[in-house]
């Protein structure tokens, strides 16, 4: 027999996670092609730094990730995003 001062013991205490399931906002949307052209729908995917935010963290599914990626950069050589925003010291 076990024998313990505390009385939570025989309770363990369980942090339970929970995520939401993430869905594809493309498909929602039943949007097929994304252009590069809408900047603004692009800006959402980037993060600061520039940086390409990956499908397991927003949810878009690889054939969209893999269209978002390609409009990405076309608007990024075409100037309609930035490669890296600015540092400001």
Same mark, same amino acid.
């Given at each position: 027999? =076990?024998?313990?001062?505390?009385?939570? #013991?025989?309770?363990? #205490?369980?942090?339970?996670?929970?995520?939401?399931?993430?869905?594809?906002?493309?498909?929602?949307?039943?949007?097929?092609?994304?252009?590069?052209?809408?900047?603004?729908?692009?800006?959402?995917?980037?993060?600061?730094?520039?940086?390409?935010?990956?499908?397991?963290? #927003?949810?878009?599914?690889?054939?969209?990730?893999?269209?978002?990626?390609?409009?990405?950069? =076309?608007?990024?050589?075409?100037?309609?995003?930035?490669?890296?925003?600015?540092?400001?010291?």
């Amino acid at each position: 027999m =076990r024998t313990n001062n505390n009385p939570d #013991s025989s309770r363990q #205490s369980k942090k339970y996670y929970f995520s939401r399931k993430k869905y594809c906002l493309f498909c929602k949307d039943k949007i097929k092609l994304i252009d590069y052209k809408n900047y603004k729908i692009l800006q959402k995917f980037t993060l600061e730094t520039g940086k390409i935010i990956p499908a397991r963290v #927003s949810g878009v599914c690889s054939y969209h990730q893999k269209q978002l990626t390609k409009a990405i950069k =076309r608007a990024r050589h075409m100037a309609f995003l930035k490669f890296v925003e600015p540092k400001r010291d």
